[in-house]
């Protein structure tokens, strides 16, 4: 891969990396679909994994039915994918992803959505995207792009000849890419809060560094056209993470404000996720769970308190390691 190239992807977080890249290497798109109702909310992530063995390389469609905790994978040869190295535009087969629209032709899934007034992670040279300067290294294990935190949908799908009408419902699409997933991380999504337009992504996770590890952590609170940061990179403080059987709390500060997150879980079904070894079942994912947001200013003064419910939620792997 040239370094021109590297510049470039590097700068557009949202399109595929994996041109010359040596295995093992993964990516997948993840689209958060929640209709008007939210009655219906579905997550569908296309990706490709390449393996060390030719047998394990493929592109895969993975679909969550959140509402009966199903999760239906597909697999498709490597040669059913193709993808821009300029934006966005990912095909699968006959499945089309963009930033802007979700077109689906599988056995029991067919339709199209359309996304509009979509939020990107902002992108400058010295932070490209949600990874800040990180995303500038090289060697990162994993690496994470948020396309739109929040935006409109519209359009049907039709499952198993069921039509699930999402028009006016609300999304969310972001990405990972890279050898395989962290040890162990805390994953939380929620775009349904009382107040229109606010949207939360949070993230904690152990972060493999120069022989050592350290719980990093990338937190967006996007609320009246304002996002708020807390991050390793921008010298955010983590300042607790408890992880109990009903529920998970996450403290963080940055330099004017604390947030504090608290999340109940639901019931949830297991995609699978890339490893050293290939693709493989381990990651739980809800879609159900109910998440509390409260930020305050570091005197305790409280600037949004708001509870999200159709919330996505992931607690992986030894989490006593995500102790600050």
Not at 7 to 25: E, N, Q
């Amino acid at each position: 891969m040239s370094l021109r190239h590297f510049i470039t992807t590097t700068l557009r977080p949202a399109v595929y990396h994996g041109h010359g890249k040596r295995p093992p290497f993964f990516e997948g798109w993840y689209f958060k679909l929640v209709d008007a109702a939210r009655g219906q909310a579905w997550a569908v992530i296309p990706g490709i994994y390449v393996g060390e063995m030719p047998a394990q390389t493929h592109a895969f469609i993975q679909v969550l039915n959140g509402n009966r905790n199903v999760v239906e994978y597909h697999r498709f040869p490597p040669e059913a994918f193709a993808a821009s190295n300029r934006q966005f535009d990912v095909r699968i087969g006959d499945n089309h992803f963009t930033t802007n629209t979700l077109i689906l032709n599988l056995p029991n899934l067919q339709g199209r959505l359309t996304f509009t007034g979509t939020i990107p992670w902002p992108v400058t040279l010295p932070s490209p995207g949600v990874m800040g300067w990180y995303g500038w290294v090289p060697v990162m294990e994993c690496y994470h792009g948020v396309v739109s935190m929040d935006h409109r949908i519209d359009g049907r799908l039709v499952h198993d000849g069921h039509i699930i009408d999402f028009s006016g419902g609300r999304g969310y699409i972001e990405k990972d890419w890279g050898r395989h997933f962290p040890r162990t991380w805390v994953w939380l999504q929620a775009n349904h809060f009382p107040t229109p337009g606010t949207s939360l992504m949070a993230s904690v996770a152990r972060i493999p560094w120069i022989g050592r590890a350290f719980p990093g952590f990338i937190i967006g609170l996007w609320h009246q056209g304002v996002l708020h940061r807390f991050t390793t990179y921008t010298g955010g403080v983590l300042e607790a993470v408890n992880v109990a059987d009903a529920e998970v709390q996450v403290v963080v500060r940055n330099r004017r404000h604390r947030l504090t997150i608290t999340a109940r879980r639901s019931a949830g079904a297991t995609l699978l996720g890339p490893t050293p070894q290939g693709m493989a079942p381990f990651v739980t994912e809800m879609l159900g769970a109910a998440v509390r947001v409260v930020l305050t200013d570091l005197d305790g003064q409280v600037l949004f308190a708001e509870e999200s419910e159709n919330a996505g939620m992931e607690v992986e792997g030894d989490t006593s390691l995500l102790q600050p």
